[in-house]
């Protein structure tokens, strides 16, 4: 399984995921999750994928063998609306002609995050479904999950906000991680975490978060104490 | 869907379960996922039951008929292996029975957790698969989960020991169902709680939990509250 997260808020885009991959408990690999497209200056694309691995992969491998033919491509359309859909129909591609001859019960679907800017354009937010069809964030929905999403959302339904910094929302995504790490063993480190404030049209604020950092394991520990201090500060209940 | 927590301690056993039943989002109802067998001062069984409502009721009605029976059944029986053991069995009978001419997709499989004390034995409490067989909690792993179990997971795992008190463990299993109610439409008010204590071979301690129990609400909020001052005092992440 995979975590990712994003968020889609007022000063900009947070994007965060985890690298494990695995089918069954003996097949566990790392696999980054978090792809950028970009040309400086003039946009940033970045993209989470979730699900079937060798989808994931041909779909990223196509978008980028294809950037700067005369197909619509990520370095080509001008809008992230035509973004999301370059990716939702290449999916579409993909798991046709890997599903099409076969009989088997393997599920072939993949969902993405397709999130970032186009010069001209406020940043977008965008799921892709393993359809190809995508929806848009919102001021009221600013956010997206792909995988192993139930562990890591009560902290987001409680905390994420559009107008909440990108660095509180980072925190916030990592907080959700680590949840999600803590109680299910198919999401793992390291992460990839990724800021993008509004109008840089630059990818540079991405971190790679590993057992060692100590940013990560300060958070974690912060955030368990504060749970068992609010736990223990709970009203007895009058039964 | 459901979600049932149930958590074998030191001090005794502590019972919860929302009671909300769907199918599909036009079809929600309420039924009672909290079973209680009892022969005061001699056993006390609770069970709490996730899955087909049909499959569910079935096999609390059939375990309800038979009490007194020539057969084995949950007044008869001489110890907690064998109370699981009769679930099982039930639960795997009523499958059969209702899925042995149908070629339709519907899942008829169950899950329970069956837990209590019978005189002479200490407190124990099992986990019932639809298949019939069980597992029992240990110090190690004191509680179990049916049903839409991955929202209130991460505040068991950080919480749950097996010496926390009778009081404090029914409080995390609320505030697990709240974390689940506010990330999930499939569970709801009201709740069932039920607090066991060792040897007392009574289930009085049982609480209904509605919309307007105000220890609930407050519990609510100030877990609410309290999650919010734990994120705002995390340390910043130097990136």
Same mark, same amino acid.
């Not at 399984?1 to 408990?25: H, I, K, P, W």
């Not at 540079?204 to 504060?226: I, K, M, Y």
């Given at each position: 399984?995979?975590?990712?997260?994003?968020?889609?808020?007022?000063?900009? %885009?947070?994007?965060?995921?985890?690298? $494990?991959?695995?089918?069954?408990?003996?097949?566990?690999?790392?696999?980054?999750?978090?792809?950028?497209?970009?040309?400086?200056?003039?946009?940033?694309?970045? #993209?989470? *994928?979730?699900?079937?691995?060798?989808?994931?992969?041909?779909?990223?491998?196509?978008?980028n063998m294809r950037l700067g033919s005369d197909r619509p491509n990520l370095h080509g359309v001008?809008?992230?609306?035509?973004?999301? /859909?370059?990716?939702? /129909?290449?999916? $579409?591609?993909? #798991?046709?002609?890997?599903?099409? =001859?076969?009989?088997?019960?393997?599920?072939?679907?993949? @969902?993405? #995050?397709?999130? &970032?800017?186009? =010069?001209?354009?406020?940043?977008?937010?965008f799921l892709v479904y393993p359809e190809g069809n995508f929806i848009?964030?919102?001021?009221?929905?600013?956010?997206?999950?792909?995988?192993?999403?139930?562990?890591?959302? !009560?902290?987001?339904?409680?905390?994420?906000?559009?107008?909440?910094? %990108?660095?509180?929302?980072?925190?916030?995504?990592?907080?959700?991680? +680590? *949840?999600? #790490?803590?109680?299910?063993? @198919?999401?793992?480190? !390291?992460? +990839?975490?990724?800021?993008?404030?509004?109008?840089?049209? /630059?990818?540079?604020?991405?971190?790679?978060?590993?057992?060692?950092?100590?940013?990560?394991?300060? %958070?974690?520990?912060?955030?368990? =104490? &504060?749970?068992?201090?609010?736990? *223990?500060?709970?009203? +007895?209940?009058?039964?």
């Amino acid at each position: 399984m995979t975590y990712c997260v994003a968020m889609g808020l007022e000063q900009g %885009l947070v994007f965060a995921a985890d690298s $494990r991959t695995n089918a069954g408990v003996d097949q566990i690999a790392t696999y980054r999750k978090l792809h950028k497209f970009e040309v400086a200056g003039e946009r940033a694309v970045v #993209i989470l *994928s979730a699900g079937n691995l060798a989808t994931t992969q041909s779909v990223i491998s196509l978008l980028n063998m294809r950037l700067g033919s005369d197909r619509p491509n990520l370095h080509g359309v001008s809008s992230m609306y035509d973004v999301a /859909s370059v990716v939702g /129909s290449t999916c $579409r591609e993909v #798991i046709m002609r890997d599903s099409g =001859q076969s009989q088997s019960s393997v599920n072939f679907g993949s @969902s993405f #995050i397709v999130g &970032g800017q186009i =010069q001209g354009e406020a940043p977008r937010l965008f799921l892709v479904y393993p359809e190809g069809n995508f929806i848009e964030s919102t001021r009221d929905t600013p956010y997206f999950q792909i995988g192993e999403t139930k562990y890591g959302k !009560p902290i987001l339904d409680r905390v994420v906000d559009y107008s909440l910094s %990108l660095k509180d929302a980072a925190k916030c995504a990592l907080i959700s991680l +680590d *949840s999600t #790490i803590r109680s299910n063993l @198919s999401v793992g480190l !390291p992460l +990839d975490v990724l800021l993008y404030q509004k109008d840089s049209l /630059s990818l540079n604020n991405h971190h790679n978060v590993t057992e060692n950092d100590a940013n990560f394991r300060a %958070l974690g520990e912060a955030w368990s =104490q &504060g749970l068992r201090e609010a736990f *223990s500060c709970l009203p +007895d209940v009058q039964w």
